[in-house]
């Protein structure tokens, strides 16, 4: 997905640390951020990220809004005052922080899962991945799902239930020039409720001595649960730094359909 699109709300808040949000409550802290009422916290976590950058704080959290439940993502720096900046992530029942990226360091892994799941906690400070000191050009690391049970009809014109899924991973910048901007968003999972869709690998590549990782994809397209066609070949492509985010390099159309 290209970084033009935005995915993010962005606030600017400036409340006292001993008051309305206290820098160490990650609930108090979310609702003050997201604008909510407290009561609608569902649930929040906070960490600390590495120094350096304008923010020492990050809170995820999930609240109520009508019939649904959405979740935020918010930038936080606490002295005698807390400047906070909300990022909206949509629905998502599973939101992981998976720690820090130096997108101009070496390539490194990105973890199946996060360290810290406890709601309501409050975690001293996210590691740099790779177990670097600092980074140059630090990115959170963030993967949201969101399942939804449906029915929906096949090609073959029978009715399916099942569950709708969409994973996402987002690059947030933490540096100062940048105010939080999602720098790179891409759903790794999504298919619908009779199980078709895409899914894909994301690997960081360093390709060169000097600059941003790039990004290396694998697509592989899932047809619904009650066919029996072979799936297509996956395609490969990749994403590179160009001018603010990162941008897809386009690769040939995946073919759909039985094979």
Request: glycine share 10%; net charge positive; with cysteine.
């Amino acid at each position: 997905m290209p970084w033009s699109r935005s995915l993010s709300a962005l606030v600017l808040v400036l409340v006292l640390a001993s008051g309305v949000a206290r820098a160490d409550d990650a609930a108090r802290l979310y609702a003050a951020f997201a604008h909510i009422d407290e009561s609608a916290v569902v649930s929040a976590r906070g960490f600390g990220v590495p120094r350096g950058g304008p923010w020492n704080r990050v809170v995820v959290g999930r609240h109520r809004q009508g019939e649904h439940v959405v979740a935020r993502l918010v930038l936080v720096r606490c002295d005698r005052v807390c400047r906070g900046q909300s990022l909206w992530l949509g629905e998502a029942e599973v939101i992981e922080v998976l720690g820090v990226m130096d997108l101009d360091g070496p390539a490194v892994g990105v973890p199946d899962h996060a360290a810290h799941q406890r709601p309501g906690a409050w975690y001293p400070m996210l590691a740099i991945l790779g177990g670097a000191r600092r980074a140059r050009f630090p990115v959170l690391v963030v993967r949201t799902r969101h399942e939804e049970v449906g029915t929906g009809a096949t090609r073959w014109g029978r009715d399916v239930t099942g569950t709708a899924i969409e994973e996402r991973l987002r690059l947030i910048s933490l540096r100062a020039a940048e105010q939080g901007r999602v720098v790179f968003d891409e759903a790794t999972i999504d298919r619908s409720v009779i199980g078709a869709g895409t899914s894909r690998t994301l690997r960081f590549e360093r390709v060169a001595r000097r600059g941003r990782l790039r990004i290396a994809a694998t697509e592989a397209w899932h047809d619904d649960s009650l066919s029996a066609c072979l799936p297509p070949p996956p395609v490969a492509y990749a994403y590179e730094w160009r001018d603010r985010g990162y941008q897809r390099v386009d690769a040939a159309p995946m073919r759909a359909g039985c094979h």
